[in-house]
Nanobody, 115 residues
Framework: QVQLVESGGGLVQAGGSLRLSCAAS????????MGWFRQAPGNQRELVAS???????DYADFVKGRFTISGDDGKNTVYLQMNSLRPEDTAAYYC?????????WGKGTQVTVST
């Protein structure tokens, strides 16, 4: 099994910044992708950003230019630097990891952006 532990969520005013962290541990053979989804109440879970082994990244259009994903392959960690936060960014943010043939999820960390 793979365990994912997220941290860094919280309450911030619009325009502010937060940095999310996620560390993977357990039965890890080879991580191909780590990233973040988010889910607001009443909405479907949506992809925010993903980082492939080696560092290449993809972003959802709604966060391009504001969020940056980074990580450390050797430490099985991924980070999400979120700048210029907006109230519509309010959601539970979930870390995920793609191994060969499986995906594991963290329990989520809440991000709340006030006006």
């Amino acid at each position: 099994q793979v365990q994912l532990v997220e941290s860094g969520g919280g309450l911030v005013q619009a325009g502010g910044s937060l940095r999310l962290s996620c560390a993977a541990s357990g039965s890890i053979s080879r991580i191909n992708v780590m990233g973040w989804f988010r889910q607001a109440p009443g909405n479907q879970r949506e992809l925010v950003a993903s980082r492939r082994r080696g560092g290449s990244a993809d972003y959802a259009d709604f966060v391009k230019g504001r969020f940056t994903i980074s990580g450390d392959d050797g430490k099985n960690t991924v980070y999400l630097q979120m700048n210029s936060l907006r109230p519509e960014d309010t959601a539970a943010y979930y870390c995920y990891v793609d191994l060969v043939g499986s995906r594991s999820w963290g329990k989520g960390t809440q991000v709340t952006v006030s006006t």
